[in-house]
């Protein structure tokens, strides 16, 4: 396996054209920094809420109407990433890009901004980021989150101050997370729909980390490095993703069984070698 992949990266490294070092992550990563997965057995989405399913709950339909309670579940989560710091994977791939410079590229589905924090900056952040809020109805650009706003517990109420910090200046109407939710559809603009794409068509290898898949843009994203030529690794402890599953029997699929932060660092030292 370790020969294989040393092959692979070496190859890469030599080619002129579709040689981009793709790293697509989610948010199994960031769990090495105390931060829950959302399908994975301490998941955000397998606990939902108190009352509700999260296929509900984590709509734009919900909020227009939950406003609140919403937000309180996400000042929770601005807590929780508060108080988060940047493992030795997310400095792995930082150090990564450093090496290979304009053949890299890093997707994430993760909302934390820890790749951030820890240095990286060819990043496409293809379901937002909780850390920044933009007007439900279109009239600003995406902004931070006002500074005033304190992270909550996930039962503390908003103040009269968070309230009016949560209205937009311009027109009044409510800010909102600028994250995707189930009921909205990647675009470019706030999701780099395109840009994603059209760095998975020149993918040399495409390395899979922490993401059980379950969300159409990583699928379209393994499926255009494939079709183009290229190489999905995935690195993931377990036989029980959508990429193995449906790509376990093409030739151009690896998984590598470690922990993310082990198997990142072993990729480092090859490029190192090689390059």
Request: charged residues 25%.
């Amino acid at each position: 396996m370790k020969t294989t992949l040393q092959t692979i990266i070496q190859e890469t490294l030599q080619k002129e054209k579709r040689n981009l070092f793709t790293f697509l992550t989610g948010a199994g990563i960031s769990s090495e920094s105390g931060l829950p997965t959302y399908r994975g057995s301490d998941g955000i989405w397998i606990k939902g809420t108190k009352y509700h399913k999260p296929e509900e709950f984590g709509t734009f339909r919900y909020f227009s109407q939950n406003q609140e309670e919403v937000w309180q579940y996400n000042l929770f989560w601005k807590k929780l990433i508060e108080q988060a710091t940047p493992n030795q994977g997310h400095f792995t791939i930082s150090k990564i890009e450093q090496l290979l410079n304009k053949k890299f590229q890093l997707i994430t589905q993760n909302v934390d901004g820890l790749h951030q924090k820890a240095g990286s900056k060819n990043i496409f952040e293809i379901h937002g980021n909780k850390q920044t809020v933009r007007c439900v109805s279109g009239c600003g650009n995406v902004m931070p989150i006002p500074l005033e706003i304190k992270s909550k517990e996930l039962t503390e109420d908003l103040t009269e101050k968070d309230l009016e910090l949560l209205h937009c200046q311009n027109c009044g109407d409510w800010l909102r997370p600028n994250t995707l939710w189930f009921d909205e559809s990647y675009n470019e603009k706030l999701y780099f729909l395109n840009s994603a794409l059209k760095s998975a068509k020149n993918t040399g290898i495409l390395f899979v980390i922490g993401t059980s898949g379950a969300t159409t843009l990583p699928q379209m994203l393994t499926e255009t490095v494939l079709q183009y030529g290229g190489y999905v690794i995935e690195i993931n402890t377990e036989e029980n993703s959508y990429f193995f599953e449906r790509f376990s029997r093409t030739k151009k699929y690896i998984l590598i069984k470690k922990k993310a932060s082990d198997a990142l660092m072993n990729i480092k030292e090859i490029i190192e070698e090689y390059k």
